[in-house]
Every structure is written in structure tokens, then in C-alpha cells.
């Protein structure tokens, strides 16, 4: 195994949908920042997961995301031959906030050519083996095929998505007896859709749930919706994997066995007892298994459910956290809940991004310091790049003043976003 030995400002571990647009922000702002990835590209849950719909940009009152997470959008938008969507133009009846989406190869190419241009250096295939403290620098050892990277930086942003950092360095986290189910992302074309009757077909899907052709959680959401619904998204976000545990090896193994053994199983049933979908093809399907949540740092504040739903106005706020609750659960599939006024905008405060205790480190995304119910409706995608943004301009300051991350005043923060075009908070 080859030992190699890197010095930088700033080591974000983890480029997924948090990761990746805080190296861009700390990069830009004039620090060395790599990023140590244990998959294939950026963008994590929105690429290599297939969940390809950050949202929220905008809610129907104005933008509440903007800054690197937008720019990034509207590029690949721009690469597609697509016009930027004008949402006042859109009529969101059934939401408060406006999906969009991306096209995966694009967003990822993207990423990695912005990431080239700001001096981010790129460690693909490389998980977290250790960490230590030394002195006023962190001494991170990396592995690859391999690879032994020894990794000498002054500040570190957890972006893993599962506290891989907290957790080594025995920082307190959060987790939950009963989680969310995870998802696995897969696409089905070509189904013709004027053959599709919705009482006949749900006849066919009850008869088979009946017959133990299909298991509960193969159509994610048979409670609350028709089966309709999962054949007009071709099953794409439409199917559960219960106990969804990404936060090591064994359980990303146990839920990608999981979620493809689900997608065999429903294109089987669908090819062959659906009419419309005799000549459907399985098209896409995403390398991992995601989880909606596993381990979350315990910060020096926990956002609570009355502070998202009540949007706090957090004298440390940093990013807005636009969305509603969208809770997952075995039993009902979703519930999901709005809030009571369309002028309420919940917040992430700074402190919920600080692991208690410790200093010289931050996290981003679905493992930001917040109940279950909180994290809930926190962990949309265009929140945690709101988050990775925000913690990219946190750091790039601690290292230009040569002072903690923590000692960072919160407005600072979000002026610095502010100048690299994020949305007012």
C-alpha cells in the first residue's frame, strides 16, 4: 500500500449533496480544500442516489435557495438546451414550494468542472479511517485500493451524511430506535400509458399483495395512493427499503441487496400482469441504496419540530430550510405536514452545525443537530446545500483569521454566502 502525505486548509469529507458545494465555497474564498469521497462523483444523494429532485429553490413567496446550489442548476440547465424554469409561472396547488430536476450525468460533470476551475482537490474512492487532533491541525488518514493518505488540515466539514467524522472522533450523536425507510432509485419506460385503467390496475396490485407476489414497502406508498402513482413515475422514489442502515459497509450491502431484490420484483410484476407495460423497460437504475437518516451529530443546539414549524428566527442563522415535514414510515408511508402560513420560512442556526464540544469542526446536510420530526423536513436536498454553503464560507474564514470555526460570527457567514449569491436569510 502507497503512502501519501497531503497538507490543506480545509478537508470536507464527504462530496454529496452537502459536500460538494461546501468545498466549492471554501475553495472560491480563497482556501485549500479537498474533498474525500467514498463513491464515484459528487452530488451524492442527487447523483450517485438517483434522488435527482433538489428542491426547494423557491417557495411560493420568493427565493429561499440561491448561491453556489443554483448557479450549478441553472448551468446544467444551460448544457441541457433547457430554459431556466420561471416559477411564477408555476400554479404549486399541492406544494408550497416549486421541484426541479436535474439530469444526473450533467449535474455531476458540472460539479467536478467547477470543482476543477476553484483548485478543489478531488479524492475519489477514499473513505475515513481516522482522525486525530494535533495541536490546532487535524491529522486525517484516508484509505483507498491502494492508497494510504495521511491528510494535514486546519478545519474539517463532516458532509458523510451518517457522522462518519463525529463518530470517529467520539463526538456525541443522535439516532433514533424507529428510522425512516431509505429508498433505492430506479426508472421504468415505455409503459403506454392510454392502456392503463387506474381501478383495474389497482385490482391487479392488491391481488398480488394478497398472493404474496409483492411485499409491503415494493410500492412505497399503497396507503396513502393509488398504484397509478408509482407507474406514472416509472417506480422512480416510489419504493422503501425498511432499515435502511448506510452508516457502514455491511448495511449500504444489506440495503442495495434490498432495493435491487424490490426492483426485480415490481419490473417482473409489472411487464407481466400490467396492460400498457408488456414492452416496459427497466432503463435506470442508481449505484446505492439511500437512507433518510441513520446518525446525526448532536450539536451545540438541537433544532427542534416547534422550531421548524414555528420558523424560528435564530440569532445565528445561517441558510433558510424551506420545505415541510415529509416523514417515511413502515406503517403509513408518508404523512407529510405544511405549514400554517406561506410566510414562514424555518432557519438552521450555526449552533446546530457545531458538534457539542468540539471545535475546528462542522457538519453539513442530514446530519445537521435536529429532532427526527425536525430532520424531517431539514434534510431537503436544496437545504443541505444551503447548509454545505454556508459551513464552505465558515471555515474559509476561520482559516483566514486563524481563529476555530466556531468563533465565527454567524452574520459573517452569511455575508460571505450572500457575496457568492446565496439567498438573504
Known sequence: MRTIKESVD??????????????????????????????????????????????????????????????????????????????????????????????????????????????????????????????????????????????????????????????????????????????YQYKIEGIEYEQIWEKEIQTIYEEAMEKGILKKGDFAYANSLPFSYYLAHGGHNATHVYDADTSDAEGQTRANLEGRARMLRMFKFVTSSIPGCERAVLKTMYSHAVARETYRAEGEYIITKDDFMTATDFKDKICNAFNYLDMHSREKGCDVYFHDRKDLIPKVPFRALIPKGSSRITVAGRIVSAERMALAGIRAQCTCMAMGQAMGAAAALAVKRGVPSREIDAADIVALTIEHGAATV
Not at 464527504?14 to 469521497?37: D, F, N, P
Not at 414550494?97 to 474512492?125: D, F, R, T
Open 10 to 183: 480545509l478537508v470536507v469529507a464527504g462530496g454529496g449533496t452537502a459536500g460538494h458545494v461546501a468545498a466549492l465555497q471554501a475553495a472560491r474564498a480563497g482556501i485549500k480544500t479537498s474533498v474525500i469521497e467514498a463513491g464515484t462523483m459528487l452530488g451524492g444523494t442527487m447523483t450517485a442516489g438517483g434522488v435527482y429532485m433538489p428542491n426547494h429553490f423557491f417557495s411560493t413567496e420568493g427565493p429561499v435557495v440561491l448561491g453556489i446550489a443554483w448557479e450549478l442548476y441553472t448551468k446544467s440547465k444551460k448544457i441541457e438546451g433547457l430554459p431556466i424554469p420561471d416559477y411564477r409561472k408555476r400554479r404549486p396547488a399541492e406544494s408550497p414550494g416549486y421541484y426541479s430536476y436535474i439530469n444526473v450525468p450533467i449535474y455531476a460533470a458540472i460539479a467536478e468542472e467547477e470543482a476543477g476551475k476553484a483548485g478543489v482537490i478531488l479524492h475519489y474512492h477514499e473513505f475515513m479511517d481516522d482522525v486525530k487532533a494535533m495541536g490546532n491541525y487535524w491529522e486525517i488518514t484516508s484509505l483507498g485500493r491502494g492508497i494510504k493518505r495521511i491528510t494535514r488540515a486546519k478545519e474539517i466539514i463532516d458532509c458523510t451524511g451518517d457522522s462518519d467524522v463525529v463518530r470517529i472522533l467520539g463526538l456525541g450523536v443522535l439516532c433514533d430506535e424507529v428510522r425512516q425507510p431509505g429508498t
